[in-house]
């Protein structure tokens, strides 16, 4: 169809005018797009200039205070280069401005708004010194009983060699706002160490008062108490006025404590391992302790500044460095293991430790810590010198082996008790010789409090003459003379002795230390050298010790890192190797029969239970985490498919596990009772597997769960050593006061051993009931029972009466039972001054004695192993092995004559006791009422529980515990027993071994054991051999027992029975009567020997109807004892009638073997034998 032109037109028109229009329209709002980007630069623009304007200023600010501090300290040195005097108290006078770094302090400390000075300290003591490359920074407050902080000093101070001084600065932070003990420390700290004080190398300055917040109502957190977090919150607020204070000062800033000692070249084992890092890290750990050693850079310091005061009301200090690390480096998206192996980067560990822990009471009052870091070996504290030949000896009494030979000869210590007035330490040359200077020093470096007191130098003159003359008429010299004719030339002063000696003396035959009074202290004398003589030098170290122990642990610390996993996909993963039992039984999870407030069989993992976050209180923080591993996991032995329990699996780990009860407890009408089992499937070293029920409360947390939580009961098997206990404690509380104590119940009477070490399941079951009494039951059988009025210790109700605080024992009440004689008198005699032991003079020394050849030398095969570090463990020397020229020698080294008893010692003369006629008896203060006294009758209702939880540590692993129960009704619990615990006691009566495999067993862990059992078999066989077997009989024996046979069985036996019926005297006149009988027949026998002496000779008399004489002996030898009764008749007639004829039998018999060879036997016998 065609169209018109004038309809065409129009559309084409159309057609091309839209396109146009689009991109008119698209260009427009391009244009406003292009303004608005255009805008935004412009400001981007503006603020960018306005930051760089800032950033200037800020500079300038900061240039200008930086320049106002080198002003300062030129015109400080000015002053100490013109002025030598005693430094004076002066106040800084530092810009009051604060650097734009640390305006953020005011949002944290918005009270300093107030007090813009706060921020800088308003007391310094010292030189001001900068530009060092290590900065100390020590805080220290008031202590209540003993403040160690001069004694950190000393420690410090003493490795520091004066270059090494010269590099660095200790900052002692007072943190103290009373004026007077702030004064008081730093004079003490000018007195002890002035020339450091007037080098620069220590300073002390304290903060303002206006620096703290209002800490009196802080919010408790972790569990701590009141008074816990006010001291850590201060301790947050000290360590950042210090580093803000140390941050211009240095490269690196170390903090340390005041309570700790320090390694020697410290120093430059730090500067060594820091140099060795990158420059990514932010923390260097010399200790792992606390906040001992920890070295950070100087431009940190501001940043980590910021961070502590951010939080520094909720944590310690030493768990925000590591939030602070976690911050920087972990990603959350990431697992533990990456964060830990990050963290690691930037906080790293460095070992051996150059720091230890020292001090045993906090600064927090009342707490006690005994933290030691095992890390850090001892150094060796005696020194190995070439000492001239002398002969030592001591008043002291020696500790153990530690002798004071082995210290001169470089062998070892020298250990004794504390010394006492008249106790003395002496050195007596071989040869004299000529001293020049002297220097003893006492204390060393891990006890520098332990120093001599009051104790002098004494030397004797090796000239006769001279000594008599100051025994007579005193001493010419200007030193003071003694009674034996010693001079005394010095004493110690501060620890330490030191001087020269007038040459005039002449030649020194002894040195000596003498006591002139009782020391405070225990003392160690560490040093004796520069000793200058003519010839030699004398240099020896030694240790006199008795209150400390003679060497720490060594060994790693064990990994702190948390062990907790997934427990379902761990237990389910695990390859537990077990025994498959040999009775096959059907386990099904056992269900409650009534009423009950917690059951759990952990069949179905850990549902419900939370593992404890927190830290043990009074320990090293590293130490303290509750991170022992738990895992749900089916028995080592004797298991049944299904069943499952909570197993402990680390070792010398804090482990803690709780969960809530499906409703709390109330102790009211109702009994407790509380079951559960243990199998401690390795025995038990030392550990616990006790539970709490934790006291209701509103602010129960269970994932600070710890070892001061509050709990209501404590109940279940601990053991240590050979103390094998089973715990029954509640906390009961005081009515007068509302505060708890606990209450022990008494120990079992039974033996808990077998218990703990048998490896099998036991059911501990603990049973309270409203009549205030308990019982305890293993194994459903009752093992204890009692009380709680009167079997648990202390008793809940105190006594009634108390014994009178204020009376006081009379002064002339006499105690003494015995006391001195008074009227004894020492013998002339008796010689107090004669030593115990003398020298043999009659000893020689063996022939080829080796006098040049030590008894030790370095081990000539001995490498130094590949990871030895001499910057850290000093420099390697083989170990010392028996010198092989020893051997075959009588001895080697320097021969000395051995000591003897000396005949004339009797020691120290003491008067004769006697019966004290004034003793009163023991004085004991009168009894008064009892004020704090109550009475609760009722002490079954105690505190509410709500929670159960395990909070233990143990050395040995693989604890487990199943089939927790908690109910009032003593059936149910006995059904869910049956249901548990019945079913493995079955399963493992099935499959206990045999009599035979028991012994096997035994035998394979104690071989001993099969000597035994030989000896036990071999016994009874041997035994059965030696009387039972036939022995062979000797002819002449034979020949000998045939004449006599029938009249020992018939009349010798028989007579032998009526003996033994009759008294002792009737048996002697018997005996009597007996060889009266044999001499009689002897001769009847001779003279019809004489009479027969035509008969043939051997011929053979009988004995018995039907044998030979030799058959009859055999048969009669055989049969013992039943043929000799056979022959008994009662009959007294019948017996002599057998006996008479028995004779002529045996006189015929007699007669006829008379005539052989044989010699003449004896044919009648009637002894009495007795067994």
């Known amino acids: 169809m065609r169209l018109r032109l004038g309809q065409v037109l129009p559309a084409l028109c159309l057609g091309a005018a839209f396109p146009l229009l689009w991109y008119a329209v698209w260009q427009g709002s391009r244009g406003n797009d292009l303004d608005m980007y255009e805008h935004h630069l412009l400001e981007l623009q503006q603020r960018l200039l306005y930051a760089d304007k800032e950033n200037k200023k800020r500079s300038h600010e900061l240039s200008s205070a930086l320049d106002e501090i080198k002003n300062i300290v030129a015109r400080r040195m000015n002053m100490t280069k013109n002025h030598t005097g005693d430094l004076m108290w002066k106040e800084l006078n530092l810009p009051r401005k604060l650097p734009m770094h640390l305006t953020n302090i005011y949002y944290y400390l918005p009270h300093l708004r107030e007090y813009e000075d706060a921020i800088f300290p308003n007391v310094i003591f010292g030189q001001q010194r900068t530009g060092v490359s290590l900065v100390m920074g020590i805080p220290t407050v008031k202590r209540e009983k003993q403040n160690y902080l001069l004694d950190t000093l000393h420690s410090l101070l003493y490795q520091l060699s004066e270059e090494q001084k010269k590099d660095c600065v200790i900052i002692i932070f007072v943190a103290e706002v009373d004026s007077e003990y702030v004064k008081s420390v730093a004079e003490s700290v000018k007195t002890s160490f002035p020339r450091e004080v ?69 120093t430059e084992s730090i500067k060594s391992f820091a140099a060795q890092q990158s420059q990514d890290w932010m923390v260097l750990e010399f200790s792992q302790l606390g906040f001992i050693g920890k070295l950070f850079k100087s431009e940190d310091l501001p940043l980590i500044v910021d961070f502590f005061l951010m939080f520094y009301k909720d944590k310690p200090i030493d768990w925000l460095v590591d939030h602070l690390v976690w911050v920087k480096v972990c990603n959350p998206e990431k697992d533990a293991t990456h964060c830990e192996k990050e963290k690691s980067k930037l906080r790293i560990r460095a070992k051996p430790s150059l720091f230890q822990h020292m001090g045993i009471f906090s600064s927090l009052a009342g707490k006690i810590q005994n933290l030691k870091d095992k890390d850090f070996r001892i150094n060796l504290l005696h020194k190995a010198h070439n000492n001239p030949p002398a002969k030592v000896d001591t008043s002291l009494k020696i500790y153990q082996q530690y002798t004071l030979e082995k210290v001169y000869k470089g062998q070892d210590c020298f250990w004794a ?45 090796a000239d006769e003459t001279l000594r008599k003359e100051l025994i007579d008429n005193g001493s010419k010299f200007n030193y003071p003379a003694t009674k034996d004719g010693y001079l005394k030339i010095g004493a110690f002063e501060n620890g330490t002795a030191e001087g020269s000696i007038d040459q005039a ?48 642990e060594n060994e790693e610390n064990l990994d702190a890192d948390v062990e907790v996993e997934n427990f379902d996909k761990q237990s389910q993963e695990a390859d537990v190797d077990r025994d498959k039992s040999s009775l096959e039984v059907v386990y099904q999870t056992p269900k409650p029969t009534g009423e009950v407030y917690f059951t759990e069989t952990f069949d179905e993992g850990l549902s419900g239970w939370v593992l404890s976050v927190t830290l043990k209180e009074d320990m090293d923080d590293n130490v303290a985490k509750y991170d022992g591993r738990w895992e749900v996991e089916e028995l080592k032995e004797n298991a049944m498919p299904g069943d499952r329990g909570l197993v402990l699996k680390s070792v010398a780990k804090y482990h803690a596990i709780s969960a809530m009860l499906t409703k709390a407890f109330v102790f009211d009408d109702k009994p407790l009772i509380v079951q559960y089992e243990v199998n401690f499937q390795k025995g038990i070293d030392c550990g616990g597997a006790y539970i709490k029920l934790l006291s209701s409360s509103s602010d129960l947390n269970l994932e600070y769960f710890f070892d001061k939580t509050p709990y209501t009961i404590m109940f279940g098997p601990d053991k240590c050593g050979e103390d094998y206990k089973l715990h029954f404690i509640f906390r009961h509380k005081n009515p007068k006061t509302g505060e708890y104590d606990e209450k022990h119940a008494e120990r079992p009477d039974v033996d808990l051993k077998k218990f703990y070490l048998d ?101 000539p095969n001995a490498k130094k192993p590949k990871d030895w570090d001499e910057e850290m463990d000093g420099e390697w020397e083989a170990p010392q092995i028996r010198n092989a020229k020893c051997e075959t020698a009588p001895g080697c080294g320097e021969w000395v004559r051995p000591m003897k008893s000396n005949p004339k010692y009797k020691g120290k003369w003491k008067a004769p006791m006697i019966d004290n006629p004034n003793y009163q008896g023991i004085w004991s203060p009168r009894k008064i009422p009892n004020p704090d006294y109550f009475e609760d009758l009722h002490p079954f209702k105690m505190t509410a529980v709500s929670a159960i939880g395990l909070e233990l540590w143990s050395m040995t692993s693989d604890i487990y515990f199943d089939n927790f129960i908690i109910c009032s009704e003593k ?42 059992y030989i000896l036990t078999l071999a016994l009874p066989v041997g035994l059965t051999v030696l009387f039972c077997w036939p022995g062979k009989k000797s002819d002449e024996y034979i020949d000998f027992k045939k004449p006599d046979v029938s009249k020992q069985i018939t009349k010798g036996k028989l007579k032998e029975t009526e003996e033994f019926e009759d008294d002792e005297l009737e048996e002697e006149k018997e005996k009597e009567d007996t060889d009266e009988d044999e001499r009689r027949e002897m001769e009847e026998t001779k003279r019809e020997l004489k009479k027969d002496n035509t008969k043939k000779m051997g011929r053979e008399a009988p004995v018995s109807e039907g044998g030979s004489g030799e058959d009859t002996y055999d048969d009669e030898e055989e049969s013992g004892v039943p043929d000799e009764e056979e022959n008994e008749v009662p009959d007294r007639s019948q017996e002599g009638d057998r006996s008479n004829k028995s004779d002529s039998e045996d006189e015929k018999k007699e007669a006829d073997e008379g005539m052989g060879d044989r010699p003449l036997k004896s044919v009648r016998k009637r002894r009495v034998r007795k067994d």
């Open 417 to 461: 008790l504390a010394p006492v007035a008249g106790d003395y330490i002496r050195f007596t040359f071989l040869n004299p010789l000529e001293v020049e200077k002297y220097l003893f020093r006492s204390g060393d470096m891990e006890h520098p409090g332990d120093k001599l007191f009051n104790t002098t130098v004494e030397v004797l003159p």
């Open 505 to 552: 003396i002449g030649r020194i035959k002894a040195i000596r230390l003498s006591v002139s009074s009782d020391s405070p202290v225990w003392a160690i004398l560490s040093e004796i050298t520069k000793m200058h003589f003519q010839w030699d030098w004398l240099c020896l170290g030694v240790l006199i010790i008795s209150s400390v122990t003679a060497g720490m």
């Open 198 to 266: 007037q080098s620069g190398v220590l300073e002390v300055i304290s903060p303002p008062a206006s620096y703290y917040p209002d800490l009196s109502n802080l919010k408790k957190t972790l569990g701590d108490s009141e008074d816990r977090v006010r001291w850590r919150t201060k301790q947050n607020l000290d360590y950042s006025f210090l580093m803000l204070y140390a941050q211009p000062k240095g490269t690196f800033y170390l903090q340390l404590e005041d309570d700790i000692i320090a390694k020697p070249d410290y």
């Open 971 to 1012: 059936e149910v619990a006995d059904r869910w027993a049956a249901d548990s615990w019945g079913l493995k006691k079955l399963v493992a009566s099935a499959n206990e071994p045999g009599m035979f495999s028991q012994l096997v067993t035994a035998a394979e862990e104690h071989p001993w054991l099969w000597v035994l």
């Open 759 to 859: 490896k099998k399941t036991h059911l501990y079951t603990l049973v309270l009931k409203p009549d205030d009494t308990f019982e305890i039951l293993i194994d459903q059988t009752v093992v204890s029972k009692g009380s709680l009025l009167e079997n648990m210790i202390p008793p809940v109700n105190p006594s009634k009466e108390i014994e009178d605080p204020t009376d006081k024992k009379p002064d002339d009440w006499d105690e003494r039972p015995k006391i001195p004689d008074p009227n004894a008198v020492k013998p002339d005699d008796w010689d107090e001054d004669e030593p115990a032991k003398i020298e043999d003079p009659d000893a020689v020394k063996p022939e080829g004695w080796l006098d040049d050849e030590p008894q030790y030398v370095p081990d």
